[in-house]
């Protein structure tokens, strides 16, 4: 590379690590605020997950910082009369351009690597961080949702507020087996504590709810006892969050959307033959049942393996977005020569944000929707857009 190619690279590597470093450390601030908030953090833990929280910004923050860094180099090149001097010089336009396209490619597979294992590997470790302590998470379960409640689980507490580390006015109750209440607990307060139901390493956390001068409603009668500890198991979907898709790499989003599919055939093949069979032998309500249910179930194992291949199809959208945005910055700011390198910005950022994410949440919901396949949908406003920028590109060169 000559030069005038290094000295280009230089100023567009250090712009954008500069863009870099600021819009990632305001959306990391407002990030942990809301980690924070929603599962009720201490200082400590949050500072220990900031490091964390850096990673999952970079798939928006690195492509729009590499435009700004194209628009602000060329176009100060073009304004400060240095790229006439260039091409007079004899140097072609495309050699001004190649540090920007190195930079652009360089950019899209770290945001692939990024995408694919660092990303997913920030998420399993601020999940980790959040398993680890229990007690916490389900303080700040109940602090965000004031009650836990599940159709399927027998046991029901409902809280008025959370304060100090206490349950202000909680509520615990008991469901029998016959759908009927057989237990309900009232105190003005209370304190959780989750500890193992045994000495075993795998044993299941038990939640423990101590009432202090509560009363006790039982099929026996109404009772007042002044200090009673309540054991109830660790709801699945409590303080214990399940794998999303954010934590799994595209390997890994791909060997589970297989799976889905394979789940989908599988209650399919068990309509055609068990179903069939049953069918076969005049008893028709219990085969059209069990259309319906399997239907239902195919249809949402389905859209989950369509929800997980638009997660992979995504990420590598958004990580070749940064060569993409080259393509766009680069001949704006030298065509855009007599105004301000801000103003330049935005016109390439305003179409961005109001056409180009736009665009790619619209293709997530067209391919969950199964309306086209991933691979047409997601890459569709890239490509578009890559379109786009091309004759800019060549406007540039034989200008």
Known sequence: MSLIGRMILFDLLKITLLSVGSVSGLFVLVGAMFEA?????????VILMLPLLIPPTLPYTLPISVLFACTFVYGRLTSNQELVAIKAGGVHVMRILYPALVLGIVFSAVGVYIGDQFIPACHRRMNQMLVDDLTSSIYAYLRQTGAISKPDFPYEIFVQDVRDGKLIKPTFKHRAPTGQYDLVGQAEEATLTVTQAGYA??????INIRLMEHKVATPGGLAHVRDQTYQMPVPEDVGRREVRLKMLSC??????????????????FDVATTGAWTALQGD?????????TNRYYAERESRKSREMQAEVHGRLAQA???LLFVLLGCPVGMLFQRRDFLQTFFVCFLPITTIYYPSLILARNIVKEDMLPAWISLWAPTILMTLFALPLIRRVIIR
């Open 37 to 45: 908030n929603r599962y009720g953090m201490d200082p400590q833990k």
């Open 201 to 206: 390493e795998d044993a299941e956390p038990i």
């Open 251 to 268: 390997l890994g989003c791909e060997h589970e959307a297989q799976n889905y599919v394979n789940k989908s055939h599988l209650a399919d």
């Open 284 to 292: 028709l309500v219990p085969w059209s049942q069990m259309v319906h």
């Open 320 to 322: 070749v977005s940064c």
